[in-house]
């Protein structure tokens, strides 16, 4: 297993969002969306890309998810 943070793209985000329960709320400025959680107010923008979102973006994402990228990596396989 690589030691680097993975790179993910806009589609396996918003899976691992859905699959936390996390819906879209609104289109944020630009080509971002705003992903919110109601049971306890959470919410994070994630930019809708067909490309690669960045390492940085991502950790960035998992951070106001609060989950660590093994987690991540459990929601994708299933």
């Given at each position: 297993?690589?030691?680097?943070?993975?790179?993910?793209?806009?589609?396996?985000?918003?899976?691992?969002?859905?699959?936390?329960?996390?819906?879209?709320c609104r289109?944020?400025?630009?080509?971002?969306?705003?992903?919110?959680?109601?049971?306890?107010?959470?919410?994070?923008?994630?930019?809708?890309?067909r490309k690669?979102?960045?390492?940085?973006?991502?950790?960035?994402?998992?951070?106001?998810?609060?989950?660590?990228?093994?987690?991540?990596r459990k929601?994708?396989?299933?």
């Amino acid at each position: 297993m690589s030691r680097r943070f993975p790179v993910l793209r806009y589609r396996d985000v918003v899976k691992v969002a859905k699959k936390l329960g996390f819906y879209f709320c609104r289109q944020a400025k630009g080509s971002h969306e705003i992903w919110r959680r109601d049971e306890d107010g959470r919410q994070t923008t994630i930019p809708k890309s067909r490309k690669i979102i960045k390492r940085r973006t991502v950790k960035a994402i998992l951070e106001d998810f609060q989950i660590t990228i093994d987690k991540v990596r459990k929601l994708l396989k299933k």
